[in-house]
Structure formats: structure tokens, C-alpha cells
Nanobody
Framework: QVQLVESGGGLVQAGGSLRLSCAAS????????VAWFRQAPGKEREFVAG????????DYADSVKGRFTGSRDNARNTVFLQMNSLKPEDTAVYYC??????????????????WGQGTQVTVSS
């Protein structure tokens, strides 16, 4: 079992920045591919960013490319999502998710076995 806890959300003005953290406990995090998803009210949960368990590969949704950066610190069992140039349309609950030794497409929600409780990000115009 892996427990995931997100933090770092909050209220920020458009153009501002936030850094989300996803802290894992229970098993060595280095063997898990981790993704960030978000869900706005009335919308489907959508993929935002992914970080492979090996090799450091990352991928991003088109809507956040060039603005968001994912990273991980396996020694601290933590994954980060740096969000810059935030827009009101980035407002959502952000979730991190983990899949053991997963090397497939990042955006398939069903592939992730573990999810955090989410952290609210609100961007005002």
C-alpha cells in the first residue's frame, strides 16, 4: 500500500505561481510512476502531468505545457508540480496518483492504483 498526501494548493491571482507536493508513505516511491490530474466542478478528471518511475521522463497536457513542471525527489518520497503563469481555467482540485513500475501512457486514470485526497487550486482573474 502507498499513501499519498498532496499539499501546496491555495488561492493565487492570475499570472502567479504555486508548487504542489505529493508525499508518499508505505513503500519506496522510486518504483512508482506518478501523475497529476485535476478536476474542475462539473468536469471530468483530466491528466495534467506525469513523471516516469525510471529515466526521469515527463509529459504534460497541452494546456499546461511550458507553464507547469513536474519533478521528483525519491530520497524524500515526494513529487512536485511547479505551476507558473497560472490562469483562471487552472482552477480545480489537483490529485496525485501512483502506479507501480508503470511505463504506459500517463493519462489513463484506470492504471493508477493509489490516489491522494486532492488539494484545491483557485486562480482569480
Amino acid at each position: 500500500q502507498v499513501q499519498l498526501v498532496e499539499s501546496g494548493g491555495g488561492l493565487v491571482q492570475a499570472g502567479g505561481s504555486l508548487r504542489l507536493s505529493c508525499a508518499a508513505s508505505g513503500r519506496p516511491f522510486s518504483r512508482y510512476t506518478v501523475a497529476w490530474f485535476r478536476q474542475a466542478p462539473g468536469k471530468e478528471r483530466e491528466f495534467v502531468a506525469g513523471i516516469r518511475w525510471i529515466g526521469g521522463n515527463t509529459d504534460y497536457a497541452d494546456s499546461v505545457k511550458g507553464r507547469f513542471t513536474g519533478s521528483r525527489d525519491n530520497a524524500r518520497n515526494t513529487v512536485f508540480l511547479q505551476m507558473n503563469s497560472l490562469k483562471p481555467e487552472d482552477t480545480a482540485v489537483y490529485y496525485c496518483a501512483a502506479a507501480l513500475l508503470y511505463s504506459g501512457s500517463y493519462d489513463i486514470r484506470e492504471k493508477y492504483d493509489y490516489w491522494g485526497q486532492g488539494t484545491q487550486v483557485t486562480v482569480s482573474s
